[in-house]
């Protein structure tokens, strides 16, 4: 999918947001992927504190900021935010969306969300005002079932420049990269090997350093030292 410039008054604001337990490979290239799409837009990445549509995360959120610090490194596109890590209760996308929305005016908000969360988008919370807040770039999954007619229709399919002359309301569907990394595959991985492939060698070498997941003291560890 070709990128486009923004225009200078747009300065569009990507949230991608998710438990990142752990962050891995595909959460990343997901990522630069919208930011690249959308011009270069910051995407910032916000790990939840208490996800209300899932089992809570292993590691807690001190972990899992510093693993998405440690990946994101490289990527000055990638913005690690703990908002909702400072909030209490639990992390509604629907709050998250208002304070961001609030913060960045009449600028684009885009609202960064897997295919498989998209066919499951009217199970959440209140997600029928999400289209007076933002945008939605869905991210593909493999093998994942289409989202409702009304959930298709709350945000027309639309185009990257489209998205960036309006604040919200539409969806642009990105045809790569597929979010196919599973992180309780992962879990496992780690709990069985200490390691796994999908992770980046510093994630994976702060994982082993600080014992989550489950890993062995044991597990050698890599040459990588973390700060």
């Known amino acids: 999918m070709p990128s486009v410039q923004p225009p200078a ?3 569009p604001l990507v949230l991608f947001g998710g438990t990142f337990d752990p962050v891995h490979r595909a959460h990343i290239s997901a990522a630069r992927a919208v930011s690249k799409v959308l011009g270069g837009a910051r995407v910032h990445l916000l790990p939840n504190a208490v996800p209300p549509h899932k089992a809570q995360p292993m ?3 001190e972990q899992r900021l510093a693993m998405l610090r440690l990946a994101c490194r490289e990527y000055p596109e990638l913005v690690v935010d703990d908002w909702e890590l400072r909030q209490t209760g639990p992390s509604y996308s629907l709050n998250t969306l208002r304070h961001f ?6 600028r684009p908000l885009i609202f960064m969300i897997g295919a ?16 007076t807040l933002c945008h939605l770039a869905v991210v593909p999954r493999p093998e994942c079932a289409l989202a409702p007619d009304k959930v298709q229709a709350a945000f027309p399919e639309s185009d990257a420049a489209q998205l960036l002359q309006h604040p919200g309301g539409l969806r ?8 196919d990394v599973s992180a309780t595959a992962i879990r496992e991985a780690l709990e069985k090997k200490g390691d796994c492939p999908a992770l980046d060698p510093a994630v994976s070498t702060h994982i082993r350093r600080h014992h989550l997941y489950n890993v062995a003291t044991t597990t050698p560890s890599t040459n990588y030292e973390a700060p």
């Open 59 to 61: 590691a807690d959120g």
């Open 172 to 179: 642009l569907m990105l045809q790569r990269p597929f979010l």
């Open 116 to 131: 498989d969360s998209f066919a499951n988008l009217h199970q959440w919370h209140r997600w029928q005002e999400y289209a």
């Open 9 to 11: 008054s747009s300065n």
């Open 101 to 106: 929305r609030d913060q960045c005016a009449d």
